[in-house]
């Protein structure tokens, strides 16, 4: 199973919905893949080489990441978009 971590996409928003030592938790502990879109941590100070660190597999546009994961994590809600 693949849990996907896109970026969050209002205005203002600082958070990302895992950290990379989440991520690695998600992995290790629970035995998932987990695809990261590039650039989702940066407002919240996580580069995306600390997520390739923590054995993320990085995706470059949120179109892909939702087609591939088969859970999605956010901080707020989906938009229809």
């Given at each position: 199973?693949k ?18 030592a ?42 892909a ?17």
């Amino acid at each position: 199973m693949k849990i996907g971590i896109p970026s969050e996409i209002y205005s203002g928003e600082c958070r990302v919905a895992a950290t990379p030592a989440t991520a690695l938790r998600f992995r290790d502990k629970l035995g998932f893949d987990v695809l990261v879109q590039s650039g989702a941590g940066q407002s919240a100070s996580f580069l995306d080489r600390d997520y390739e660190q923590a054995d993320c597999t990085l995706v470059d546009d949120a179109e892909a990441l939702w087609q591939t994961a088969d859970i999605i994590l956010k901080v707020r809600p989906p938009s229809d978009a």
